[in-house]
Structure formats: structure tokens, C-alpha cells
């Protein structure tokens, strides 16, 4: 599938605080791609005892021509455009996006600990689109942030489609990568016995050898950005947004684990505790899976 120069973002009657669509239009101006903000109308609302066409049709022509007068008033000469569809807000997005570079949303609901869980549409999304998806948390801002792009790497090593859409967005901002890994002792194991077995100092030191020799890499195929590495034990989850609210990440990246159509499990755990619980705008990028299974990068 060809990918078409374009950034799809989903706008809803919080536009104005959620911060997805000013995170999409730096990204626009950064990438010199336009636009394309979505607003989808719910099919399951038009079947409901609340459904006032009138009412409703003349909110969304309100919404869609705020949303675009803002478009038309940021800076540069993109030409932004609205769309407006039907249907269900996660298949929609997905699929209208498909073509695009990437999506982006925003986040919603009030989690525990003073944390902004994410909201079941953009869990969804994340979980099922073939773009980069970038989750931006209430009334984020360009200026606010100063910290480097985060990217969480993960045992497995199939990070490259993550790896790739960081070190873009790094040197769009130029800013540093910072590769943060978090290992630990599989339940089943005590520190007793790990000590006992003399491997105490060996598990961590794996570890660091492993995301060094990846931040070898990467420092020789892209000498231009500076690459600093974060490798800490503890849970996965807690470790990385721990790390990112740290350093005032600008962006954490995650890979994405996309299975068969059909299974109901798209993202992986603990891409899904990070995406739950980061304060900062997180982009999931999947790995590509072609028909054969064989793995390769977007």
C-alpha cells in the first residue's frame, strides 16, 4: 500500500483541549504535510431516544467550521482540510486513515492516581491501525515540554518500525533519542536464588550490553543525533513512564506486536499499561506482519 503525505487527526467537541490537533499541526508544519482532521459521528447515536437531527447536524457544521478556521489561521500554507463521517468512531478513524502517514488522537477519561487513562476509542485504534498512531494527552502544548523522544525497547528486538518514527521526530525537533529498557526476575525466581547461582551481576549487565550495542548502531548509521541509553530493573510499564515523566519526554515510542486479523489481542501488554498510564504523547507503531508471518518495518 502506498503511503500518501498526509496526517489524519480525530477531533471531537474537545478539540480545543485535548491537544491532539495542536500536536498534529506542529507535526505538520515539521513535516510539511497537510492535514486532514476527522470528526466522526456515531451511527449507534442516530438509533438512540436522544437523536435530534436538528440539534446535533447543526453542533457538528459548528464544529467542523471552527475546527477549520483554526486550521486556516496556523501558520504556513498547508491546505488543511475537515472531513466529516459515520459509523463506528475506532473502525472509522481506522480505516480512513490507512493511507495516510500517521494518526492522531487524543485521550480521555479520569483514571485513578491523577492520571488520564486512555479512552476506549483510542485503545482501539492503537490496537488495530496499520499507521503510526500518536495518543496526546489534555491540553498539551508544543512549548511546554524540553525533554528528548523516548523509545521503549523491548526484549524481543522487533523494534525497528518504533526505532524509525523516533529518529524522524527527533530530527524534526532536534532533539536527543533516549532508548529505555526495563528488565527483571521472571516471577518464579527470588534475588536468594539469583545470587545463589552467582548471576546477580550478570542479568543487568546483559541487559545494558543489549541496548548498547543497539545504540551503536544507531549512532553509526545516524551520527547527526546524539543517543543516550536508560536501563533500569523493575516492571516494564512503571519503568518506562517513570523514565519518560523523569526527563520530560517530548514523545515516547512504542512498538506495536500485530498478530493475525482475526485475534482479538493486537497490542501487547505492556505496550498497553504504557499507553494507559504515559503523560506525555505516545506514538505505537507496529511492526509489519506480511501474509507469510515473516516480520518486517513499515
Known sequence: MTTKPIIHVGVDGSWRDNGALEWALQESQLRHEPLQALHVIDDKLRGSSYWQPTVVDDAVMELVKDVQKHLDSSPGSLDHEVGL???PPAATLTEASAEGRMLVVGRRGLGAFKRLLIGSTSEAVASAATVPVVVVPDHWQPS?????????????G?????????????????LPIRLVH????????SWDAVNMAGVSEELPAKAR????????????????????????????????????????????????????????????????GILHHATCPMAVVHARRDHTGDGGTR
Open 85 to 87: 463521517i459515520a459509523g
Open 144 to 156: 511546554d515540554h524540553t525533554g528528548p523522544v523516548f523509545v521503549a525497547v523491548e526484549d524481543a
Open 158 to 174: 522487533d523494534d525497528q518500525g518504533a526505532l524509525d518514527f523516533a529518529v524522524t521526530a527527533a530530527a524534526e525537533r532536534n
Open 182 to 189: 526495563a528488565w527483571d526476575l521472571p516471577a518464579m525466581y
Open 209 to 272: 550490553h543489549r541496548v548498547d550495542a543497539l545504540a551503536d548502531r544507531l549512532r553509526s548509521k545516524y551520527p547527526g543525533l546524539t543517543i543516550d541509553v536508560d536501563v533500569r530493573r523493575g516492571h516494564p510499564v512503571d519503568s518506562v513512564v517513570t523514565a519518560a515523566e523523569d526527563s520530560d519526554a517530548q514523545l515516547l515510542v512504542v512498538g506495536g506486536r500485530r498478530h493475525h486479523r482475526l485475534s482479538a489481542v493486537l497490542l501487547g501488554s505492556v505496550a498497553r
